[in-house]
């Protein structure tokens, strides 16, 4: 492995692409095989990251009633109720996708040597 290949590794994921397509490094990744191969797989792991944020679980119907069930009586008008769960519910899946995220990409550079 060449020093541009090290060095190849550890920015990659901190450049952007246009940055990076025009740098020295982008010329080397234009003759070199490993690079292009380790460049592959880092937009097919953007590309799976991407595709985190479309997923999306909705919560259950009965939820409120469950919710009100558990505290023992109704907790307020229905509708505010419902959005306020609701944006619960959206704010725990964006954080739950936030959180499997960075967890790919931390096992991603683990794997590759990046630190």
Do not use: N
């Not at 541009?4 to 994921?13: D, E, I, N, S």
């Not at 509708?79 to 967890?103: E, I, K, Q, S």
């Not at 931390?106 to 990046?114: K, L, V």
């Amino acid at each position: 492995m060449s020093i541009h290949c090290a060095v190849m590794r550890l920015t990659l994921p901190r450049m952007d692409r246009i940055e990076w397509q025009e740098s020295r490094l982008g010329r080397h990744a234009a003759t070199c095989l490993r690079c292009q191969a380790e460049t592959a797989r880092y937009r097919k792991l953007h590309r799976g990251l991407g595709e985190l944020a479309e997923v999306t679980e909705p919560a259950p119907v009965s939820l409120v009633a469950e919710v009100e069930k558990a505290i023992g009586g109704e907790i307020g008008e229905p509708a505010r109720v419902r959005a306020r769960v609701a944006g619960a519910v959206a704010a725990a899946g964006a954080v739950t996708a936030a959180v499997a995220g960075a967890a790919a990409v931390i096992a991603w550079r683990r794997a590759h040597g990046a630190t």
